[in-house]
């Protein structure tokens, strides 16, 4: 593969650095919110750390972590009102072909992407938790900042998200800390 080819898939996938998350944008009235790449750095630290403790393929976990917000390199971050039902999932699959296909040797990529797309692994329905998880704990961090009852909203909804009894225990924990921290 030819250095060219890689300077223009890291030139778009550095766009993630500055794409603000939108949901906290428009439903918290955050300006200065987290980036996508944040975001993703985070989830990939709690997929190593979590797929571990649950006895869970590390390595698969991290790179599905990595690559599931990709698209939004390339079509930005969209809340979930501002598409038809299936257009999302359309256009982010149409981004993560034409980020990819920048690249040679992608097709483990392209299947941990159907895979997580699909939730056919215990990887991928772990990190689709984890990434729920990682909104709430985000959204929990900026209530204790802000104090903003629609925060509250976004964190339950996150949160309805998280199956795992053992996340759901660091869910309930990291809310209750953060809330009476909040009202002190």
Not at 1 to 30: C, D, H, Y
Not at 116 to 133: C, G, I, N
């Amino acid at each position: 593969m030819s250095q060219a080819a890689f300077l223009k898939f890291f030139e778009k996938v550095n766009r993630l650095k500055e794409e603000k998350r939108k949901g906290w944008v428009t439903k918290a009235n955050i300006k200065d919110c987290e980036s996508v790449a944040s975001h993703t750095f985070q989830l990939a630290l709690m997929a190593m750390l979590f797929s571990r403790e649950l006895g869970l393929d590390e390595l698969k976990a991290i790179k599905i972590s990595l690559i599931h917000d990709l698209p939004e390199a390339l079509i930005g971050d969209h809340i979930p009102e501002e598409y038809q039902k299936g257009e999302k999932e359309i256009k982010e699959d149409k981004a993560f072909k034409r980020l990819f296909s920048l690249i040679p040797k992608r097709d483990e990529y392209e299947e941990l992407w159907k895979e997580y797309k699909e939730q056919k692994s215990k990887e991928s329905r772990l990190v689709k938790q984890l990434d729920a998880l990682e909104m709430a704990l985000q959204g929990l961090s900026y209530y204790k900042r802000y104090k903003s009852r629609n925060l509250l909203e976004l964190i339950d909804s996150a949160s309805s998200k998280v199956k795992d009894r053992y996340l759901n225990k660091v869910l309930q924990l990291s809310k209750s800390k953060s809330i009476r921290h909040s009202n002190t």
